[in-house]
Protein backbone atom coordinates (compact mmCIF):
# COMPACT_ATOMS: atom_id res chain seq x y z
CA UNK A 1 0.00 0.00 0.00
CA UNK A 2 1.45 3.43 -0.89
CA UNK A 3 2.27 5.84 2.41
CA UNK A 4 0.16 8.92 2.36
CA UNK A 5 0.92 12.30 4.19
CA UNK A 6 -2.28 14.41 4.47
CA UNK A 7 -0.09 17.21 6.08
CA UNK A 8 1.80 17.43 2.36
CA UNK A 9 0.17 20.40 0.49
CA UNK A 10 1.79 19.48 -2.77
CA UNK A 11 4.22 17.99 -4.22
CA UNK A 12 5.31 17.79 -8.21
CA UNK A 13 8.26 16.88 -10.79
CA UNK A 14 9.55 18.23 -13.53
CA UNK A 15 11.94 18.56 -15.89
CA UNK A 16 13.43 20.84 -18.24
CA UNK A 17 15.79 19.83 -20.62
CA UNK A 18 18.07 22.35 -23.40
CA UNK A 19 20.65 21.04 -25.60
CA UNK A 20 23.45 20.98 -23.40
CA UNK A 21 21.80 20.79 -19.89
CA UNK A 22 18.89 19.54 -18.12
CA UNK A 23 17.15 20.57 -14.57
CA UNK A 24 14.91 18.03 -12.65
CA UNK A 25 13.00 19.82 -10.25
CA UNK A 26 10.94 18.47 -7.52
CA UNK A 27 8.49 21.55 -5.62
CA UNK A 28 6.79 20.71 -2.26
CA UNK A 29 4.93 22.12 0.11
CA UNK A 30 3.82 21.39 3.70
CA UNK A 31 3.08 22.86 7.13
CA UNK A 32 6.39 24.98 8.21
CA UNK A 33 6.41 22.56 11.14
CA UNK A 34 6.57 19.35 9.36
CA UNK A 35 8.91 20.75 5.99
CA UNK A 36 11.99 18.59 7.18
CA UNK A 37 9.71 15.40 6.62
CA UNK A 38 8.63 16.26 3.10
CA UNK A 39 12.65 16.58 2.15
CA UNK A 40 13.01 13.10 4.02
CA UNK A 41 10.37 11.50 2.36
CA UNK A 42 11.36 13.14 -1.25
CA UNK A 43 14.92 11.94 -0.64
CA UNK A 44 13.51 8.21 0.51
CA UNK A 45 11.66 8.12 -2.68
CA UNK A 46 15.18 8.45 -4.86
CA UNK A 47 16.66 6.47 -2.48
CA UNK A 48 14.31 3.08 -3.03
CA UNK A 49 14.67 4.10 -7.09
CA UNK A 50 18.49 3.34 -6.49
CA UNK A 51 17.29 -0.57 -5.99
CA UNK A 52 14.63 -0.94 -8.69
CA UNK A 53 11.40 -0.76 -9.59
CA UNK A 54 9.07 -3.56 -9.97
CA UNK A 55 7.46 -4.30 -13.34
CA UNK A 56 3.97 -3.59 -12.57
CA UNK A 57 5.07 -0.23 -10.99
CA UNK A 58 6.60 0.98 -13.68
CA UNK A 59 3.80 -0.20 -16.25
CA UNK A 60 1.53 1.44 -14.10
CA UNK A 61 3.76 4.46 -14.72
CA UNK A 62 3.78 4.47 -18.34
CA UNK A 63 0.27 4.13 -18.81
CA UNK A 64 -0.27 7.32 -16.34
CA UNK A 65 2.61 9.34 -18.20
CA UNK A 66 1.05 8.37 -21.98
CA UNK A 67 -2.16 9.16 -20.71
CA UNK A 68 -1.46 12.34 -19.25
CA UNK A 69 1.02 13.27 -22.79
CA UNK A 70 -2.24 12.32 -24.62
CA UNK A 71 -4.87 14.28 -22.68
CA UNK A 72 -2.64 17.60 -22.68
CA UNK A 73 -2.06 17.35 -26.81
CA UNK A 74 -6.07 18.07 -26.67
CA UNK A 75 -5.41 21.41 -25.37
CA UNK A 76 -4.80 23.56 -27.46
CA UNK A 77 -2.12 26.23 -25.41
CA UNK A 78 -0.63 23.03 -24.39
CA UNK A 79 0.20 21.77 -27.79
CA UNK A 80 1.29 24.55 -29.18
CA UNK A 81 3.57 25.17 -26.30
CA UNK A 82 4.77 21.83 -26.56
CA UNK A 83 4.90 22.02 -30.36
CA UNK A 84 7.53 25.12 -30.09
CA UNK A 85 9.70 23.15 -27.56
CA UNK A 86 10.34 20.19 -29.93
CA UNK A 87 11.53 22.30 -32.96
CA UNK A 88 13.51 24.18 -30.48
CA UNK A 89 14.96 21.39 -29.12
CA UNK A 90 14.86 18.46 -31.85
CA UNK A 91 14.48 20.76 -34.81
CA UNK A 92 11.44 19.28 -36.09
CA UNK A 93 7.60 18.44 -34.90
CA UNK A 94 7.97 14.83 -33.29
CA UNK A 95 4.43 12.88 -33.48
CA UNK A 96 2.92 11.34 -30.15
CA UNK A 97 3.26 8.08 -31.29
CA UNK A 98 7.11 8.25 -31.19
CA UNK A 99 6.91 9.76 -27.46
CA UNK A 100 4.86 6.88 -26.92
CA UNK A 101 7.34 4.52 -28.12
CA UNK A 102 10.15 5.73 -26.02
CA UNK A 103 7.96 5.54 -23.04
CA UNK A 104 7.22 2.25 -23.75
CA UNK A 105 10.74 1.41 -24.10
CA UNK A 106 12.24 2.53 -20.86
CA UNK A 107 13.71 -0.28 -18.52
CA UNK A 108 13.87 -0.61 -14.36
CA UNK A 109 17.44 -1.06 -15.10
CA UNK A 110 17.59 2.94 -16.91
CA UNK A 111 15.32 4.09 -14.02
CA UNK A 112 18.08 3.13 -11.61
CA UNK A 113 21.13 4.32 -13.99
CA UNK A 114 19.32 7.70 -13.85
CA UNK A 115 18.39 8.13 -10.50
CA UNK A 116 22.32 6.89 -9.85
CA UNK A 117 23.14 10.10 -12.37
CA UNK A 118 20.86 12.24 -10.54
CA UNK A 119 22.10 11.63 -6.99
CA UNK A 120 26.13 11.44 -8.19
CA UNK A 121 26.38 15.62 -7.63
CA UNK A 122 25.48 18.01 -4.96
CA UNK A 123 21.75 18.74 -4.70
CA UNK A 124 20.05 22.05 -4.38
CA UNK A 125 18.13 23.42 -2.07
CA UNK A 126 15.79 26.37 -2.51
CA UNK A 127 13.45 27.02 0.64
CA UNK A 128 10.62 29.82 0.61
CA UNK A 129 8.59 30.75 3.91
CA UNK A 130 8.98 29.53 7.66
CA UNK A 131 11.95 27.37 6.90
CA UNK A 132 13.07 27.10 10.74
CA UNK A 133 12.43 23.28 10.66
CA UNK A 134 14.19 22.30 7.79
CA UNK A 135 17.71 21.27 7.72
CA UNK A 136 20.16 22.57 6.46
CA UNK A 137 21.81 22.40 3.46
CA UNK A 138 25.05 20.52 4.70
CA UNK A 139 23.13 17.79 6.18
CA UNK A 140 20.85 17.43 3.09
CA UNK A 141 24.53 17.41 0.98
CA UNK A 142 25.69 14.81 3.59
CA UNK A 143 22.70 12.65 2.89
CA UNK A 144 22.31 12.58 -0.57
CA UNK A 145 26.69 11.94 -0.44
CA UNK A 146 26.62 8.70 1.61
CA UNK A 147 22.99 7.97 0.61
CA UNK A 148 21.72 7.69 4.26
CA UNK A 149 18.58 10.00 5.83
CA UNK A 150 19.87 10.20 9.51
CA UNK A 151 21.57 13.44 8.95
CA UNK A 152 17.81 14.59 7.78
CA UNK A 153 15.99 12.97 10.94
CA UNK A 154 16.39 15.53 13.78
CA UNK A 155 13.16 13.67 15.68
CA UNK A 156 11.82 9.91 16.13
CA UNK A 157 8.93 9.41 13.82
CA UNK A 158 7.56 6.44 12.91
CA UNK A 159 6.55 6.89 8.57
CA UNK A 160 6.18 3.43 8.21
CA UNK A 161 8.73 3.10 5.78
Not at 8 to 32: E, K, M, Q, R
Not at 77 to 104: A, S, T
Not at 130 to 138: R, T, V
Request: one cysteine or more; proline letters at 3%; charged letters at 25%.
Amino acid sequence: MPFRCHWIYGATAYNHSYADAGLFCVHASSDPEQINDVLVIILDQFFKLLKGVEKEELERAKIQLKSQLMMNLEVRPVMFEDLCRQVIGHGYRRKPQEYLEIIDSVTAEEIVRIAERMLSGRPSLVGYGDIGKLASYEALDDAVAHRRLQSLVSRKKAYGW
